[in-house]
């Protein structure tokens, strides 16, 4: 159990904990941890008397975006594929959004990239005074359109536009500052102030909780219908086969700056 990228444990009170576990690699995503999330959110949708989701890292980071080697080798699969990788991010993403029981992400070290998708997504972000934060895809000729409906509704348009256009870092202040985070809280303290909103949520009416979530999402970003669904992965897809892409993705192998000028 230990090996498997995502691991989930659920507890007598119906909280379940979702552990992104690839700390050699600062949970960096890739195939196996999208299979492992979509998997663990299939389970929690047939567990009876859930009443609350935990979504943690594993290791000093909470979630470091994407798995660049491992990006470059979808980069030049089939488009089928590409497309298929594409799709499986962008559900695993927005089911997270809409699950029916809130969601708390507790947030240490590095959140990057889909890392800043995931936590837009959950209802409550803890973040550790340690926290960084970046929506850097454009670095690497990518863009981040699959999480840009959830990152809208978390920090808005305006915010949106700096980080992701720039994709410079940034800290829990700023996080918190920007809607990103609600709260900022000492690293050692992270599990504990996690445990207080589980409580808080725990008090309340499941029904309730659920059909005030449903009327909160109706006026979201990421309501998306299935043609806008749709049209957002194919570009995400498209744009990671692009020469761009291409040059971005070999200037973070060769550790260099990319060149923008060639194309």
Known sequence: MSASPVLLDIDARGVATVTLNRPEVN???NGE????????LDTLGTTKGLRAVVLKGNGKHFQAGADLKWINSVRVSSPEENLRVSRATAEAVQRL????VPTVALVQGGCFGGGTGIIS???VVIA???????IAEARWGLHASIIVPQLADAIGVRQ??????TGERFGAEEAAR?????????LSELDAHGARIVEHLLAN???AIAETKAWILKSAWADLDDVQFSALIDSHAKKRQSAEAAEGLASFAEKRAGNWTKR
């Not at 941890?33 to 663990?40: A, D, H, M, N, T």
């Open 97 to 100: 959004n809409t699950a029916l």
């Open 33 to 40: 941890l999208i299979e492992g999330v979509l998997k663990g």
């Open 128 to 134: 550790a005074d340690n926290a960084m934060f970046s």
């Open 205 to 207: 009416g499941p029904e």
């Open 121 to 123: 997504a959950c209802d």
């Open 27 to 29: 949970n960096a995503y």
């Open 178 to 186: 920007i809607g990103l985070a609600h709260m900022v809280v000492p």
């Open 160 to 165: 949106l536009r700096r980080y992701a256009l």
